[in-house]
């Protein structure tokens, strides 16, 4: 059975340090897929934007479909992405070799989204792996490849805990998973407001 059979129908992260906004999350689970239809209003570096978003996953949490719209000050976009599930992408409509392998999407005006590859991945304690992912910008809705590396670090008896790194960006932190597989705490970036 699916893990998302068990999500809640929604969730909020107010997303903080990096920009100030706040997400909201819906799902809609049916059949072998589930659709998740979000929204994130925030300021980052001076700059405002409203982001929509409506993503489909397959039974084991592979991005299938995402749809990204954005506006901000300088005007609006919008951005379709459809995997195959085994690791190759088009990006409105365009072949996107450069993806060739990923198997999540990962919007960075989004906290939901490193959801897809805890959840896919299902590492148990102690065990560690790459999780490339195909990265959508906030401000342009610019597409890139992002590599990622996920290793559990709990041991199993309370909530998943997953040291996270993005070396494009310098960056890692300590991820806190909740029951559902969706992030309580993303240091730096947003904590679970509901849901």
Do not use: K
């Amino acid at each position: 059975m699916p893990a998302w059979v068990r999500l809640p129908p929604y969730a909020a992260w107010r997303h903080r340090d990096s920009r100030d906004g706040f997400e909201v999350v819906f799902f809609e689970p049916g059949g072998g897929s589930v659709r998740i239809e979000g929204q994130t209003a925030a300021i980052e570096d001076g700059e405002p934007f409203a982001a929509r978003y409506a993503i489909e996953l397959d039974d084991g949490w592979r991005t299938r479909a995402a749809s990204a719209w954005s506006r901000t000050a300088r005007g609006s976009g919008s951005v379709l992405l459809e995997a195959d599930g085994h690791g190759s992408w088009l990006v409105d409509g365009r072949a996107a070799p450069l993806l060739d392998g990923c198997l999540d999407v990962d919007l960075e005006s989004s906290a939901l989204t490193n959801a897809f590859p805890v959840g896919r991945l299902r590492l148990a304690p102690g065990d560690a792996a790459d999780a490339p992912a195909a990265y959508v910008r906030a401000l342009g809705l610019d597409v890139g490849r992002l590599e990622q590396r996920y290793e559990r670090i709990d041991d199993g008896t309370g909530p998943e805990r997953y040291d996270y790194a993005a070396p494009a960006f310098d960056f890692g932190c300590e991820l806190v998973y909740d029951e559902f597989g969706l992030v309580i705490d993303y240091p730096g970036i947003a904590t679970r407001a509901g849901g």
